[in-house]
């Protein structure tokens, strides 16, 4: 079980990293391509917009991404649970019955809280490291360095937006950690409760 200590400093540690990925996009950005001529952003490729909207549209998704961290690291409480097989516990943490059957998540829950933060969580985590992967490009097309086989990975995704890609896949993946965690986290508590007893 982490303390509200640890969880602050995942807080502090997940937010600094999505705002230094952001600034570190937007200034490689501006030293490679100044006239936004090799941006890959729709805003710029769809929609003509410049500086402006790419500065403003940064800002709020990292603003929002920052909100995200906190639900997730510091708002979010808990539900506690008496199920010590996963699947049940996870049928007790959304709707309020482990024995209920859900047929790949049809149903609705009866508890949002842990979606939300379970979302928030993964989402947080796979944002700057996908963003990484632009913030390399930039690198290389900066420093005008030709690495073949990245550059062809790239093209592979449409727009070349590998970080969309990325960050949702992760985000999926992370997802079944954050589960897991919150799992072994109430087994912690159920046996810190027996031990009490």
């Known amino acids: 079980m982490y303390s509200r200590k ?7 540690f997940i937010s600094a990293a999505n705002i230094i990925v952001a600034f570190l ?13 090799l941006e890959g952003n729709p805003l710029i490729t769809v929609f003509g917009r410049g500086w402006s909207s790419l500065i403003i549209i940064n800002i709020v998704i990292t603003l929002g991404l920052v909100a995200m961290a906190y639900y997730a690291f510091l708002g979010y409480k808990p539900l506690e649970s008496k199920e010590t097989d996963i699947k049940r516990y996870i049928n007790d943490i959304t709707y309020g019955n482990p024995d209920i059957k859900s047929y790949a998540g049809i149903r609705w829950p009866k508890y949002w809280g842990p979606q939300i933060a379970c979302l928030c969580w993964a989402v947080t985590i796979a944002v700057p490291i996908a963003r990484m ?16 086989l990245y550059f062809n990975f790239v093209l592979l995704f449409p727009g070349a937006r590998v970080d969309f890609f990325i960050a949702v896949i992760l985000s999926w ?7 897991k965690l919150e799992f072994n986290k109430n087994l912690q508590r159920l046996e810190s409760t027996d031990k009490n007893e």
């Open 133 to 148: 992967f632009i913030v390399a490009e930039w690198i290389f097309i900066d420093f005008r360095i030709y690495i073949p």
């Open 173 to 179: 993946i992370l997802s079944f950690v954050w589960i």
């Open 6 to 12: 640890t969880q602050k400093k995942y807080f502090i």
């Open 25 to 37: 996009d937007l200034f490689l950005t501006y030293v490679g391509t100044p006239d936004l001529d």
